[in-house]
């Protein structure tokens, strides 16, 4: 959420089924602290939010907004009324972050998206203690020319571990004559080395079309963050901002996404253009 100096800060909002009966915390549940962590100086936003069964603690990155830019940072939180900042993960200008909620190869591996003057594209970092990162590796480049996902690409909701793999929805940015279109994709990640890239869509699989969707404060705009996963482990609420106005929820399906992904996607995940330097 953002006051209106234009200062974001992140509020919980609570529902008994996922869906209506919403009820907001009456004052913001974790704002930024620029007197300590001056990288959160104009701000807290995007929080991508992972559960860690064995800690059974949930960790939350989202970007801490400063002078220097945006950044990646981390919190964690076992009830979501009381939060441990950890700090930055990532320095400027990077976002779009997400943890994977179980560690690989005794590691943990975060989704983000380092950015330059040119592109922005997706890559994996690995961590011995969620403090000091390293291993930087491309995960998905963003497309060139036409595409709906060209130029710019970042993480949508932490990824979704299926028995087929990493189920991982971004969202695509192009820029044309009145502004950027902001539409959503899937790719598949193999699931014990998500370095490895199984299959990626070549259309996008959703984006503004409802009024709320294409009139905002930014518009044009599905972006999402959030998600869970029903009693059946297949049915997927996918919670998103709509033209950075209002949050909104889709409804799909696991076994849907992957079998739509096995017609419209491609082995091939990027193209062999040259990747700027992290």
């Known amino acids: 959420m953002e006051d209106r100096r234009g ?10 089924n996922g869906i209506d009966g919403w009820i907001i915390d009456p004052e ?18 995007d929080p991508r939010i992972t559960y860690f069964e064995e ?3 949930y960790f939350i ?6 002078k220097s830019g945006p950044s990646v940072a981390i919190a964690s939180t076992k009830d979501f009324v009381f939060f441990e900042r950890h700090g930055l993960m990532m320095q400027a200008d990077d976002k779009d972050a997400a943890l994977f909620p179980r560690k ?6 975060l989704v983000h998206r380092p950015s330059t003057a040119q592109s922005a594209h997706m890559w994996l970092s690995y961590s011995p203690d969620m403090r000091n990162w390293g291993g930087h590796h491309v995960l998905l480049r963003a497309r060139k020319g036409a595409w709906w996902d060209a130029n710019k690409i970042g993480l949508g909701p932490p ?3 299926t028995d087929q793999g990493w189920l991982v929805l971004y969202h695509g940015v192009r820029k044309h004559a009145s502004g950027s279109l902001y539409r959503v994709g899937i790719a598949l990640l193999d699931l014990e080395d998500p370095t490895k890239c199984i299959r990626r869509g070549d259309s996008w699989i959703f984006g503004p079309e409802a009024s709320y969707e294409t009139m905002g404060d930014v518009n044009n705009v599905v972006f999402p963050t959030g998600f869970t996963v029903d009693d059946d482990n297949d049915t997927l609420r996918i ?15 696991i076994s849907h996404l992957l079998d739509w992904l096995k017609e419209d996607g491609k082995d091939q995940c990027s193209s062999d253009e040259d990747v700027d330097q992290f």
């Open 159 to 161: 990824p979704i571990e």
């Open 239 to 253: 919670y998103y901002g709509a033209a950075d106005t209002s949050i909104c929820l889709i409804t799909s399906s």
């Open 55 to 57: 800690l059974d603690e």
């Open 28 to 45: 913001p549940s974790f704002v930024s602290d620029p007197v300590n962590h001056p990288e959160e100086l104009w701000g807290i936003e």
């Open 104 to 109: 690989m190869k005794g590691e943990y591996v």
């Open 61 to 66: 990155t989202y970007t801490a907004f400063g």
């Open 7 to 16: 200062i974001s800060h992140l509020s919980v909002a609570r529902s008994r």
